[in-house]
Each structure stands twice: as structure tokens, then as C-alpha cells.
């Protein structure tokens, strides 16, 4: 038999609503599933009239689009558990089942397909991820994981020598306790295979054995008998929890890593306010002058410590160009931050009878102001700019429009911002428009 012959059959079932990232995550995420076998079928389940982009984008990287509205709670969930029951029945030479979901809706499926002898490749955010489906995976990737990067991090065995020390020790189980902490407050119990994921997750250089550990049982026992954390139940269903009071040095570590984020989202926030550069250079001299000391938090170097702030949502990290030696920041506004902005500041801006939006309408303004480089506070600033406001109602008037939706209204005030003309920004905000059949005019004066 050939290897062609041989190759192991697989089928992806993609949870879009709870697992996606950029176009060039999922692209690298579906070369590396199709490196590892041969496709039978690709399945992405969501509601695609709120996500345009992304639907042609994976259909034209092999995915059957299967559309869900999303007037009912959970109905991608139940419709991707019939279309794998019918898959089971109708493709029994698939012997790998690939999904790319957290929710733990789907751990009766999993336990279904494990039971039955299949292998099940779990691929998701690990910290929004249910420990029960987890722990199901025969493999587990971290979506992120598949996110190109301009960063060259430092390889963790290069650092073995100098991290050996109690003090490195002592900042691994305070990454530790983060980790367990995270997956608590996200309504998961923290298994301790799941919070191995987390903390690898959240932190790209933290292994195990440089700091003296032969694996992470090893680790976590360890920390357990300095009182870091608690173990309840037997392997492999144990709990990792925190105990009630911590030591004054794990408590500095934990506030002096939280200062050293804040600082860096300060220093970029503060150069993209001031029009200025956010090369990883010239942000890594920022913090040097202002005495940020990220190796003392458990980074080798800045590239380090901005792969983990990218992993926590602090930052974006992109290259400019091909073989750009010098990555470039963007700030990054989450979805939980943008909706806080607009329940304090919709009636301002768009009225008090208009709703919060959707998270899929919310993630769209995010990447908008991602790709646009602006800030919150400029956007701000934008909506209370006269010029800007003047223009944006005669743009307004001459369409006989009273209004129009919060994206769309967002967008147009950004692209004046940005200084595009008039005719410029409304044919941008007119391919938005199109669906809701309303299309923007420029006044004649």
C-alpha cells in the first residue's frame, strides 16, 4: 500500500460561534488538519448573514457552510451534533473526528466518539473551554496556536541554565494560580490536564522542565506541597484549586506581571494617540525607559512578554510587510470592553432607544477599529470633532437618512477621521449597506 493509500480519513465540524480568529489563523489551522490526513468533509456552522467575510473566505479554503440563524440559543450546537450523527452513519471509514469547539454541550458526543473507538482532535480557546470536553480529546490544539506570528520567542531550552532558581519556581506557580483563577471565573472546573493547556496557552515560553520538573504532574504536585495550589480527586479527574491566603512574594509577582502588561498597553495606547510608531523597537525602549522589567516576570525577552500580552488580548502583533524584522503593535479593544463602552455611551452617541449590538456586530466594530489603528479614546474623539460631525449629518441629510446603524455610523465617522473625502468613505460604507438596502449620498454643494 501506498502512503496515499494509508492516510488516515478525517472530518472537520467547526463551532464558528464559539471558536474563530483571523483569515490567516484558519488558514493555517486547515493546512495543518490536512497534513495530517485526508479530508473527507468540512463543515463550519454558523449564522453567515452577520459574517460575509468570513464565509467566503472558508469556502474558498474547502468549508460546506452550513447556516444556522441565530434567533434560538444553542442552535449551531444542535445542528453540528445531528450533522455528526448522520456523518457516523453514512462515513464510517472516518476514523478521526476534528472539532473545533469549547463548548461543553458537545462532551456527550465526544464521550460517544471516544467510547466508540475514534480519535477526537479538540481545537479551540483553551481558556473559554469546558475541562469535562477536554479532557475527552485524544489531541488538543490551541487555536491561537496556529496564528502566524512575526515574533521569534525564545526557545525554552536555551534558557535552562538561569531557570533553575526558587525565584523562577515561584513565578511559575504564580502563572500556574493565573491560569486556574481564569478558568474558574469562566464557569469551568479547572482539570488538570485542561489548566496545563490554559497556562501554555497564555504563556508560549513556559515548559515545565526548565525550571527542574521531568514533566507536569511532576510541577503540579510540587506545587501543591509549597501550598500554590490544592489537588482534589484522583487522576486523571483532578481539580486544581487556590487556597484561601497566598505569601507576600507570590502576591508581588502576580501585581508586578499585572504592571508590566498595564504599562505596555499604556505605552501603545499612548504612541497610537500621539500618531507615533509602534515598532516592537521602539515600544520595547518605552518600557526600558519607564523601568519595566518584564524578565523579572518570567520573560526572557520582549518578544516573550508580548507573545503572552497578545495571548491575554493586550495587544496585536502584525508585520508590516514580507520580511519585516521589526513587527508592528496594534492596541486591542475586546468585545467585553466595546459592549461596556456602548452601555455607558449609547445614548450619547447613537440614542436611548437603540440596543447594546450583538457580539457578532461587536467583534466586527473591534476588528474595524483593529485595521483602522485607532483607539477607543480617538474614536471618542472622532464622534465629539464639530468638523467631523458636520460632515457626517450632511452626509446624513443628503441621503434622507435620520440615521443609520451603529456600525455603519461608526465606520463612517472613523474613515472622515482618517480623512478620506466624502466620496471615499461612502463608497466603503455603501458595500456595508448594501444588504439593508440603503445607500449614503454626498451632498452637492
Known amino acids: 500500500m501506498t502512503d496515499e493509500e494509508v492516510k488516515k480519513r478525517l472530518t472537520i465540524f467547526w463551532d464558528i460561534e464559539n471558536v474563530h480568529d483571523e483569515k490567516s489563523t484558519h488558514t493555517a489551522m486547515t493546512n495543518a488538519i490536512k497534513e495530517s490526513g485526508e479530508v473527507v468533509k468540512a463543515y463550519a456552522f454558523a449564522d453567515w448573514d452577520s459574517r460575509r467575510n468570513m464565509a467566503e473566505h472558508l469556502y474558498s479554503i474547502g468549508y460546506d457552510l452550513i447556516h444556522v440563524p441565530d434567533s434560538r440559543d444553542n442552535a449551531s450546537d444542535y445542528k453540528m451534533a445531528s450533522y455528526i450523527m448522520e456523518h457516523l452513519v453514512h462515513f464510517p471509514e472516518v476514523r478521526e473526528y476534528i472539532m473545533v ?98 497556562i501554555k496557552s497564555l504563556n508560549p515560553n513556559f515548559n515545565e522542565r526548565v525550571i527542574g520538573f521531568d514533566s507536569w504532574m511532576d510541577f503540579v504536585k510540587w506545587a501543591e506541597s509549597e501550598r500554590y495550589v490544592t489537588l482534589e480527586g484522583e487522576l486523571p479527574s483532578t481539580i486544581l484549586g487556590l487556597p484561601d491566603s497566598h505569601t507576600p512574594e507570590t502576591t508581588r509577582i502576580s501585581e508586578a506581571t499585572k504592571t508590566a502588561f498595564a504599562s505596555l498597553v499604556k505605552v501603545l495606547e499612548n504612541r497610537v494617540e500621539a500618531d507615533k510608531s509602534t515598532s516592537l523597537s521602539e515600544i520595547a525602549g518605552d518600557l526600558h525607559e519607564q523601568g ?130 466624502c466620496e471615499e468613505a461612502v463608497i466603503k460604507v455603501n458595500e456595508e449597506l448594501q444588504p439593508l438596502s440603503i445607500t449614503l449620498t454626498c451632498p452637492i454643494f
Open 292 to 421: 519595566v522589567e518584564y524578565q523579572n516576570v518570567g520573560f526572557p525577552k520582549i518578544e516573550d512578554f508580548i507573545a503572552s500580552a497578545e495571548k491575554r488580548g493586550l495587544v496585536r502583533v502584525v508585520s508590516l510587510s514580507e520580511g519585516n524584522n521589526d513587527p508592528t503593535l496594534h492596541p486591542v479593544c475586546t468585545v467585553d470592553r466595546l459592549k461596556k463602552w456602548f452601555e455607558m455611551n449609547k445614548a450619547q452617541y447613537f440614542g436611548s432607544s437603540v440596543n447594546v449590538p450583538k457580539d457578532v456586530f461587536l467583534e466586527k466594530i473591534v476588528d474595524m477599529l483593529h485595521k483602522s489603528g485607532i483607539t477607543l479614546s480617538r474614536l471618542e474623539a472622532y464622534l465629539h470633532n464639530a468638523e467631523i460631525q458636520k460632515r457626517y449629518k450632511e452626509i446624513l441629510t443628503a441621503s434622507g437618512l435620520p440615521f443609520l446603524p451603529p456600525f455603519q455610523m461608526l465606520m463612517t465617522n472613523i474613515l472622515l477621521g482618517k480623512g478620506l473625502s
Open 101 to 198: 469547539t469549547g463548548d461543553g454541550d458537545f462532551k456527550l458526543i465526544a464521550g460517544a466518539l471516544k467510547e466508540q473507538g475514534y480519535d477526537l482532535w479538540l481545537i479551540s480557546n483553551p481558556v473559554i473551554t469546558s475541562s469535562e470536553l477536554s479532557d475527552l480529546a485524544t489531541r488538543y490544539s490551541d487555536i491561537y496556536s496556529f496564528r502566524p506570528s512575526p515574533l521569534d520567542c525564545t526557545d525554552p531550552e536555551d534558557c535552562a541554565a538561569k531557570s533553575l532558581s526558587p525565584e523562577a519556581r515561584q513565578i511559575a506557580a504564580v502563572k500556574l494560580q493565573e491560569a486556574i483563577r481564569i478558568v474558574t471565573e469562566g464557569g469551568h472546573k479547572p482539570g488538570v490536564g485542561h489548566v496545563k493547556h490554559v
